[in-house]
Nanobody, 126 residues
Framework: QFALVESGGGLVQPGGSLRLSCAAS????????IGWFRQAPGKERVGFSC????????NYADSVKGRFTISRDSAKNTVYPEMNSLNSEDTAVYYC???????????????????WGQGTQVTVSS
């Protein structure tokens, strides 16, 4: 059984922070590169970060660089994006996905990710 579940979304004021979780069951998350993507209403799903398999090196899109930090807790089989200084442009449904790619640095191109969670809503509003 394969399962990938995002959680931790919610409503936050501009300038606030959230930590999301991507929890895996039925497989070892360490063996996959994990990508984070987000999709605003009416727009395409766009990647913004990834953490490489078997090591943990990360990569970030310019839109989140310096504000978001991705980490992996192998003991909990979970990946966490720590998201700071949130603004209205960050409002979206957030998804995690798995990739078999060993590319260094990792990439967050949607076509490279084969498994997805159900998404969690993040709304940034005053």
């Amino acid at each position: 059984q394969f399962a990938l579940v995002e959680s931790g979304g919610g409503l936050v004021q501009p300038g606030g922070s959230l930590r999301l979780s991507c929890a895996a069951s039925g497989f070892n998350l360490d063996f996959y590169t994990i990508g984070w993507f987000r999709q605003a209403p009416g727009k395409e799903r766009v990647g913004f970060s990834c953490i490489r398999r078997n090591g943990g090196a990360t990569n970030y899109a310019d839109s989140v660089k310096g504000r978001f930090t991705i980490s992996r807790d192998s003991a909990k089989n979970t990946v966490y994006p720590e998201m700071n200084s949130l603004n209205s442009e960050d409002t979206a449904v957030y998804y995690c996905g798995t990739s078999a790619s060993a590319l260094d640095p990792c990439r967050f191109n949607r076509a490279e990710y084969t498994r997805w969670g159900q998404g969690t809503q993040v709304t940034v509003s005053s």
